[in-house]
T-cell receptor
Framework: DAGITQSPRYKITETGRQVTLMCHQT?????MFWYRQDLGHGLRLIYY???????DKGEVPDGYVVSRSKTENFPLTLESATRSQTSVYFC????????????FGPGTRLTVT | AQSVTQPDIHITVSEGASLELRCNYS??????LFWYVQSPGQGLQLLLK??????LVQGIKGFEAEFKRSQSSFNLRKPSVHWSDAAEYFC???????????FGSGTQLTVLP
């Protein structure tokens, strides 16, 4: 199916564990983004990528790692999860940079215990 | 740095009533402005955007927004709300040079029957 998918949709992990959230898009969009959504903060950008092998930090990158070896995939890794990383994570893609419409995935709800 | 303020955390309206959601931005030059909607458990969907030209922009689902440079505002309006409009609404801004969107904290809309 065309679109942008995220997996898993729900994840519970323990403090200190490594966890990877997956994002896959079928449009061959150049840009991909990772956001976290927390009450009272709206969406905050974690990392973004302008193309394969090109990534850059957003507003809140600490504790996260990204890679983009293929245009269609943009995984987000929490190397050592902390409780403050409990959040809903959204992946998005767009044809261009921020001025272009971003298409969002359904989100991953992550709980760190 | 650019910023977005949505002063209303929660708004309740009756079905059929008119709606206005407020958005104020902070940025020196003319920004790119967006409204996104998030239905429960879903990702965000673009309602409308403003880049330049006519300051009144039309979007999907019967929504419109007006850019007012003098007030640094980009308020979202709908003349008659439907129960299906109940959702969270996010205003976002991107500057001409920024490669990322900055989101407001969102306004939760409840529609009464």
């Amino acid at each position: 199916d065309a679109g942008i998918t995220q997996s898993p949709r729900y994840k519970i992990t323990e403090t200190g564990r490594q966890v990877t959230l997956m994002c896959h898009q079928t449009w061959s969009h150049s840009y991909m983004f990772w956001y976290r959504q927390d009450l009272g903060h709206g969406l905050r950008l974690i990392y973004y990528s302008a193309a394969a092998d090109i990534t850059d930090k957003g507003e809140v990158p600490d504790g996260y790692v990204v890679s983009r070896s293929k245009t269609e995939n943009f995984p987000l890794t929490l190397e050592s999860a902390t409780r403050s990383q409990t959040s809903v994570y959204f992946c998005a893609s767009s044809e261009g940079w921020a001025a272009a419409e971003q298409y969002f995935g359904p989100g991953t709800r992550l709980t760190v215990t | 740095a650019q910023s977005v303020t949505q002063p209303d955390i929660h708004i309740t309206v009756s079905e059929g009533a008119s709606l206005e959601l407020r958005c104020n931005y902070s940025y020196g030059a003319t920004p790119y402005l967006f409204w996104y909607v998030q239905s429960p458990g879903q990702g965000l969907q673009l309602l409308l955007k403003y880049f330049s030209g006519d300051t009144l922009v039309q979007g999907i689902k019967g929504f419109e927004a007006e850019f007012k440079r003098s007030q640094s505002s980009f308020n979202l309006r709908k003349p008659s709300v439907h129960w299906s409009d109940a959702a969270e609404y996010f205003c976002a801004v991107a500057s001409g040079s920024a490669r990322q969107l900055t989101f407001g904290s969102g306004t939760q809309l409840t529609v009464l029957p």
